[in-house]
């Protein structure tokens, strides 16, 4: 199962080889920023304070194999969009610290791997290239990713 992330106006299923029992979340209806109040973590752990269908997105990551992120690229980074959802994600590993790759990140909630796949488009600079690797790998190691992939793609529908 996969659970994908985007900001597209339009999905094409085949071109990511998305499946029924995938998850599917469009970054673009998100509206709720996180405020960093860290409910998720120690309140109501996993869940979001916001009442909305992005409050449990971290069981769907903990169902997952595959984590897909497709973005625009702002400034070397991912959409706002896109973020915005991240962020929210944060349920997703625990408040508490252990060193990987001898780097601080937070510990692991569950013991599934997940594999990180982003496909960016949109005017794609060779230093936006660079911080798009840097940051998708830094996230795939807070997620405990299992492995990670950065990819362009230019052949997308947007408005």
Known sequence: MKTIIHDLEFLDKELFSIYDNDTIINA??????????????????????????????????????????????????????????LERCIGYVLPYFTIRNKHIHHASRYKNKLKLTTYFYGDITDDDKVCLNNLVKANSINLNASDYEVKEIDNVYTD
Do not use: A, M, Q
């Not at 405020?35 to 992005?54: Q, R, T």
């Open 28 to 85: 673009n209806e998100c509206k709720n920023s996180c405020i960093g109040c860290f409910s998720c973590w120690i309140k109501h752990p996993k869940k979001c304070i916001y009442k909305d269908e992005y409050s449990n997105i971290t069981e769907s990551l903990k169902n997952s194999d595959e984590l897909i992120i497709i973005s625009k690229c702002r400034y070397g980074c991912y959409s706002e969009s896109v973020k915005r959802v």
